[in-house]
């Protein structure tokens, strides 16, 4: 899901995965009911303002075309999102490469990589409820960006709520301008950062990212999400 430095521009990627729906995965029935319906009445007006508005032979002509690639994008649940200062893009892109190429963690995305043209607070609910960790980017930047502030206690309070995402947020210290732990937000220092300058950094990767973890929480996103599809269409 990576990307190289050479295709971020100021407006993010727009990446297949990013049509994925928004899924509330939470395994106590009663929480958030209307807004998952409000999130899937929202994308389905769009869906079909958008074939409205295609003549029908050109909707005939490219169905063939676009129904495996929108089945193979929902298909797909991320190891990780990193969540970012909009500086510190390049700094997110190479913690990303380093999870995905040096311990095998993938896919993984950053923000920056969430599709151009939609709410942020969409794409952060997406990215959030549709990986199994958010890495929290703890830079000096970090605390600068309003927006950084606003995702890194959303993020908290979604692990809190959901029983399944309990310990899925990582705060995580790069070797570049890493954010000092007595500037850290309270909120923050009662989790164990990842210290990409520690020793133990590689050992403290592996017992975090544990693949029995990912299949749980993507075996939840599936049901979550064929769910709110059958209930869409009923």
Same mark, same amino acid.
Request: aromatic share 8%.
């Given at each position: 899901?990576?990307?190289?430095?050479?295709?971020?521009?100021?407006?993010?990627?727009?990446?297949?995965?990013?049509?994925?729906?928004?899924?509330?995965?939470?395994?106590?029935?009663?929480?958030? #009911?209307?807004?998952?319906?409000? #999130?899937?009445?929202?994308?389905?007006?769009?869906?079909?303002?958008?074939?409205?508005?295609?003549?029908?032979?050109?909707?005939?002509?490219?169905?063939?075309?676009?129904?495996?690639?929108?089945?193979?994008?929902?298909?797909? =649940?991320?190891?990780?999102?990193? *969540?970012?200062?909009? #500086?510190?893009?390049?700094?997110? *892109?190479?913690?990303?490469?380093?999870?995905?190429?040096? =311990?095998?963690?993938?896919?993984?995305?950053? =923000?920056?990589?969430?599709?151009?043209?939609?709410?942020? *607070?969409?794409?952060?609910?997406?990215?959030?409820?549709?990986?199994?960790?958010?890495? !929290?980017?703890?830079?000096? +930047?970090?605390?600068?960006?309003?927006?950084?502030?606003?995702?890194?206690?959303?993020? !908290?309070?979604?692990?809190?709520?959901?029983?399944?995402?309990? +310990?899925?947020?990582?705060? !995580?210290?790069?070797?570049? +301008?890493?954010?000092?732990?007595?500037?850290?937000?309270?909120?923050?220092?009662?989790? +164990?950062?990842?210290?990409?300058?520690?020793?133990?950094?590689?050992?403290?990767?592996?017992?975090?990212?544990?693949?029995?973890?990912?299949?749980?929480?993507?075996?939840?996103?599936?049901?979550?999400?064929?769910?709110?599809?059958?209930?869409?269409?009923?």
């Amino acid at each position: 899901m990576g990307v190289g430095k050479s295709k971020i521009d100021p407006c993010p990627l727009s990446l297949p995965w990013g049509k994925s729906p928004s899924v509330d995965m939470s395994q106590r029935p009663h929480e958030a #009911d209307s807004k998952k319906s409000n #999130d899937i009445s929202l994308r389905d007006i769009a869906e079909r303002s958008h074939g409205a508005l295609t003549p029908s032979g050109e909707r005939e002509g490219t169905e063939a075309t676009e129904e495996v690639p929108e089945e193979d994008e929902e298909e797909v =649940f991320l190891k990780f999102v990193i *969540l970012h200062a909009e #500086d510190d893009t390049d700094e997110a *892109l190479r913690v990303q490469n380093l999870l995905q190429n040096d =311990f095998g963690i993938k896919p993984g995305i950053i =923000f920056a990589e969430m599709p151009c043209g939609r709410q942020h *607070l969409q794409n952060l609910d997406d990215a959030v409820n549709g990986s199994a960790w958010t890495i !929290l980017l703890l830079t000096e +930047n970090f605390l600068r960006d309003t927006w950084c502030k606003f995702q890194f206690y959303t993020s !908290l309070m979604n692990s809190v709520n959901r029983q399944h995402k309990y +310990n899925s947020v990582i705060p !995580l210290r790069p070797l570049n +301008n890493p954010l000092p732990r007595e500037r850290t937000p309270f909120a923050l220092r009662t989790i +164990n950062a990842l210290e990409e300058e520690s020793r133990g950094f590689p050992t403290q990767v592996e017992r975090i990212f544990q693949e029995s973890v990912y299949k749980i929480q993507q075996s939840i996103w599936k049901e979550t999400r064929t769910t709110l599809q059958r209930q869409s269409i009923a």
